[in-house]
Nanobody, 120 residues
Framework: QVQLVESGGGLVQAGGSLRLSCAASGSIRSINTMGWYRQALGKQRELVAQISRSGTTNYAVYVKDRFTISRDNAENSVYLQMNSLKPDDTAIYYC??????????????WGQGTQVTVSS
């Protein structure tokens, strides 16, 4: 079983920055893709950014050039640096990973979510 714990959310004014962190723990053999999703009130969960184990990144068009995803494979952690935040970025942000467990099972794991609120 894989657990993800996020931190770093909060309230910020438009134009400000926040850095989200997520650490994975549990029966992990390796972590493949790690990423961040978000869900605004009344909307579906959507991809924000993903990063492969080798460092290849993929961003949603609405955050490209403002957000940067990175990871630390040794620490089983992923980060999201968010700059130039807009009120539309207000949402609960969820960490996600695809991992191979110690029992060679492939599993999807989600964090509990962290609230990001951007005031205008």
């Amino acid at each position: 079983q894989v657990q993800l714990v996020e931190s770093g959310g909060g309230l910020v004014q438009a134009g400000g920055s926040l850095r989200l962190s997520c650490a994975a723990s549990g029966s992990i053999r390796s972590i493949n893709t790690m990423g961040w999703y978000r869900q605004a009130l009344g909307k579906q969960r959507e991809l924000v950014a993903q990063i492969s184990r080798s460092g290849t990144t993929n961003y949603a068009v609405y955050v490209k050039d403002r957000f940067t995803i990175s990871r630390d494979n040794a620490e089983n952690s992923v980060y999201l640096q968010m700059n130039s935040l807009k009120p539309d970025d207000t949402a609960i942000y969820y960490c996600h990973c695809v991992a191979t467990t110690s029992y060679w099972a492939l599993t999807n794991a989600w964090g509990q979510g962290t609230q990001v609120t951007v005031s205008s």
